[in-house]
C-alpha cells in the first residue's frame, strides 16, 4: 500500500485494529454466533494477511463533457420532455462557420418476437429531436446522437449518450387509492440493493462510507447470515423464489427458455398486490438469470433495463476495468443501473408500493478491492436516495450473494468465512418500528442468530402479510420451499439453531468450529482419494475427450470439524468430517471439498463433484464447455500449452 497518498485509509484502519484488539484481546474471543448447536467466529477484516499488499483503487473518469440531450418529467402532463442544450455546441459551430447542430434519437425495444427475448433488442430507424418535445409514454429507452453539419451536408459525431424513461403509467384513481390507504393502513415499498461477491467481512475493509451509513439507526445488520449455494444464481434463487438450483432442475431446464418464467419468483406476488416492479443489472454477460441461461421469455417485471444493457454494451465504447465493463459510452456501467433506480424511485414513491431489485457485478465480481473504487460514489447514490425519502417510506435490503470466492482473499486465513458469509443488511423505516415495535425487535435478536437465503425469502414473503402472527399463518405454498422450517426474520429465530434447520448445506456451514491437520498422514490420502472420485465423474459425464484428467499435486491445507452437538453426529464415531485445499496438474487449479472420511475403513463417503469449489479463477481453463457446474472443474485440453503439462 502506497502510505504517503493513503493516510486518511491508513487512519481509517489504525482505528479499526485498535478496536479489533479491544474487543478480542482484551475482551475474548468473539462470536458472530454462538450457541450450543453453532459457533461462528468474528473476523477481523484488518488481519496482516487480507492487508498487506491491499490497495484502494481509484474510480475511471468516463467523460469530461456535458449531456448535449437531457430528459425532464413534467408532472403537469406526465411525459417526459427532451432538451437540446444548444449552447455546448456554440464553439464548435463558430470554428466550422456555416454549420448547424442536429440531434437525433433511435428508440429501443425489447425484441419480444426473438427466440431468447433477454438476449435480444430492437433498434428503430432515426428520428430528428425537437426542442421540448414530448416523449410517447410507450419509450423505455433511446439512444441519442448529435451531429455538427457543415455548409456541404458533412455531418461529423458530437455525442452519443442513452437515455431511460420510467414512465407513469398509474391512473390517477389508483394513485389516490393508494393515498388514502397509506394513511390507514401503510404498505411498505422494498428495495433489495445487491453487490456481487462482497461479504460482511470486507464491506467494513473496503467501503468504510457505506458501511458507516449502513450502522445508522433502522439498519440491522444480519451478522449470523450464511450462504447456500456456491455462486450468485444459487443464492439469488433460494432469496428470490424460496428454492434451490436442484429442486428447480427437477421442475425444468434453466437452459431452456420459459424455465425461469415459469418459477413462483417474489416480485410476482408483489405484483399481484399491486405493487410496481423494477429489475435492472449491470454486466449483461455474466447477469444472474442469463449466464448460461436464457433469461425471461416474457418480461420478468413492469420496468427491466436489460434491453437497453444488451444495446449500448454493442454500440458504445466499452472500457473494461475490474474484469468486467466499466465505462460504456459517457457513463460507468454501474451508474446506468443506479440512475434508473433512482428515476424509478423519484416516479413512484408516494404514488404506489414498489419493489425494486438492483444488482451490480461491474466492480466486484472479479477483485475484491474493487469495491473501494466504489466507496464514494455508491455512498453518494444512498445519499441520493435518502433524499428521495426512500428510507422514509421503505424497507431497504443491501446484500451479496457470497463472498470473494478466488484467490489472495480466499486464500487468506479467513478466507473460508470471507466466502460464505456475504453481506445481509435490512432497513425499517422509522413508522414501521413504530407501528410493528415486536417485529423490529425480533429483527435485533435476530441479529446473531444464524440466518440464510430462505430466511430472507420468508421475510420478503411476510412483508406482504405483516398481520401474521407466526409461520403457523402461512401456507406451505407461500414457504420456501427447499426449507419448510425457515422463517420470516421478522419473527423470532431459535437461539439453538442449527444449519440443517436454515437449510444450509454442511458444505457450507460456518457453525462447526475447525482443527487443522494439513501435516498429518490422512490429509493427502484423503486428497488423493477425491482425485480419483473427480476423474471417475468426468468418465462418468463423457468429458474426458474436452477435460485433462486430475492428478494430485499438493495439499494446502486440511482442517477436521468439530461437530457440535446437533443430534445429527455420524453414527460411526471414526467418521469426520475434513476440509480440504489441494492442488492439481495441470495448469495448477486449486480446489476445496467438504467431505465425509472414515478414518478405520479409510474410505471417503460418497461426494458430488460438482460441490467442489474452485479457489483460483476458471475464466481461462474452462472455454470449451458451456455447462456452468463444470465449468470450475473442467480443465480444457485446448487450453493447455507445453510449459503448463506435467
Known amino acids: 500500500m502506497n502510505w504517503k497518498n493513503e493516510q486518511p485509509f491508513a487512519l481509517f484502519l489504525l482505528i479499526c485494529l485498535s478496536f479489533w484488539n479491544m474487543k478480542n484481546v482484551q475482551g475474548g474471543v468473539r462470536y458472530f454466533v454462538k450457541s450450543p448447536v453453532c459457533q461462528m467466529p468474528y473476523v477481523n477484516p484488518f ?26 418529467f413534467d408532472f403537469a402532463t406526465h411525459q417526459y420532455r427532451l432538451h437540446i442544450h444548444k449552447h455546448l455546441a456554440k464553439p464548435i459551430l463558430k470554428a466550422k462557420g456555416n454549420a448547424t447542430l442536429q440531434c437525433e434519437y433511435q428508440e429501443i425495444k425489447r425484441d419480444k418476437t426473438a427466440k431468447i427475448p433477454d438476449n435480444n433488442y430492437k433498434i428503430l430507424h432515426s ?36 437515455i431511460t424513461f420510467i414512465e407513469d403509467r398509474i391512473s390517477e384513481d389508483n394513485v389516490k387509492d393508494f393515498i388514502k390507504t397509506q394513511s390507514v393502513d401503510p404498505k411498505p415499498s422494498v428495495l433489495i440493493m445487491g453487490l456481487d461477491s462482497t461479504s460482511r467481512i470486507n464491506i467494513r475493509r473496503t467501503m468504510p462510507l457505506v458501511y458507516k451509513y449502513v ?6 445488520e444480519m451478522e449470523g447470515y450464511n450462504k447456500v449455494g456456491d455462486n450468485t444464481f444459487p443464492n439469488l434463487l433460494a432469496v428470490l423464489t424460496g428454492q434451490s438450483e436442484e429442486a428447480v432442475r427437477k421442475i425444468c431446464d434453466v437452459k431452456k427458455p420459459g424455465c425461469l418464467d415459469s418459477l413462483n419468483f417474489i416480485w410476482k406476488r408483489f405484483k399481484s398486490a399491486n405493487y410496481t416492479t423494477a429489475i435492472a443489472e449491470d454486466c449483461q454477460s455474466i447477469s444472474t438469470f442469463n449466464y448460461l441461461k436464457p433469461g425471461f421469455v416474457k418480461q420478468p ?10 444495446a449500448i454494451e454493442k454500440m458504445f465504447k466499452v472500457t473494461k476495468e475490474f474484469g468486467y465493463p466499466n465505462c460504456v459510452g459517457r457513463h460507468l456501467n454501474f451508474s446506468y443501473i443506479w440512475d434508473f433506480g433512482k428515476q424509478f424511485i423519484n416516479r413512484f414513491l408516494g404514488r404506489a408500493p414498489i419493489f425494486g431489485f438492483l444488482w451490480s457485478n461491474s466492480f466486484t465480481h472479479d ?6 473504487a466504489l466507496d464514494s460514489l455508491f455512498f453518494k447514490y444512498l445519499k441520493s436516495f435518502e433524499e428521495s425519502n426512500l428510507f422514509g417510506q421503505s424497507i431497504v435490503i443491501l446484500m451479496s450473494d457470497h463472498g470473494y470466492r478466488f484467490s489472495s482473499l480466499r486464500m487468506a486465513a479467513s478466507g473460508y468465512y470471507e466466502e460464505r458469509m456475504p453481506m445481509m443488511f435490512i432497513y425499517l423505516p422509522p413508522w414501521f418500528r413504530s407501528k410493528y415495535p415486536h417485529l423490529a425487535k425480533n429483527l435485533q435478536t435476530n441479529r446473531n442468530r444464524l440466518s440464510s437465503n430462505y430466511d430472507v425469502h420468508m421475510t420478503l414473503q411476510h412483508l406482504l402479510q405483516l398481520d401474521s402472527k407466526s409461520m403457523d399463518d402461512f401456507p406451505d405454498n407461500l414457504k420456501a420451499k427447499q426449507c419448510m422450517t425457515c422463517q ?22 460456518c457453525c462447526q468450529p475447525t482443527e487443522t491437520v494439513t501435516n498429518s498422514l490422512s490429509a493427502k490420502t484423503i486428497a488423493k482419494a477425491i482425485v480419483e472420485r473427480m476423474n471417475e465423474h468426468l468418465i462418468s459425464y463423457n468429458l474426458t475427450e474436452l ?4 492428478k494430485l499435486k499438493g495439499v494446502e491445507k486440511a482442517d477436521r470439524k468439530t461437530i457440535l452437538y446437533t443430534g445429527l453426529k ?31 475403513t479409510q474410505k471417503l463417503l460418497p461426494i458430488n463433484v460438482e460441490d467442489l469449489s474452485r479457489l483460483n479463477s476458471y475464466k481461462n481453463d474452462a472455454n470449451c464447455i458451456n455447462q456452468k457446474n463444470a465449468k470450475k472443474y473442467c480443465i480444457c485440453k485446448d487450453s493447455l500449452s507445453k510449459t503448463s503439462e506435467d
Open 367 to 372: 477483485y475484491f478491492e474493487g469495491a473501494t
Open 547 to 550: 477435460c485433462h484428467d486430475f
Open 47 to 72: 488481519a496482516l494477511d487480507t492487508i498487506r499488499n491491499f490497495q484502494r483503487k481509484k474510480i475511471r473518469i468516463c467523460h469530461v463533457d456535458s449531456d448535449m440531450v437531457t430528459s425532464k
Open 570 to 600: 455420524p453414527v460411526d464415531k471414526d467418521e469426520h468430517v475434513y476440509i480440504i485445499s489441494f492442488q492439481t496438474s495441470p495448469k495448477n487449479p486449486l480446489f476445496e471439498a467438504t467431505v465425509h472420511w472414515n478414518k478405520r
Open 301 to 310: 417485471t413492469d420496468y427491466y433495463l436489460r434491453p437497453l444493457l444488451l
Open 127 to 162: 428520428r430528428p429531436i425537437k426542442q421540448h418535445q414530448f416523449v410517447p409514454n410507450n419509450t423505455d429507452f433511446m439512444i441519442t446522437s448529435c451531429y455538427v453539419k457543415d455548409a456541404k451536408n458533412h455531418r461529423k459525431l458530437l455525442q452519443k449518450d442513452a
Open 215 to 220: 450502522t445508522q439507526p433502522g439498519w440491522f
Open 488 to 509: 420470516s426474520l421478522l419473527f423470532e429465530l431459535p437461539f439453538n439453531r442449527t444449519c440443517q434447520m436454515a437449510g444450509i448445506k454442511e458444505k457450507w456451514c
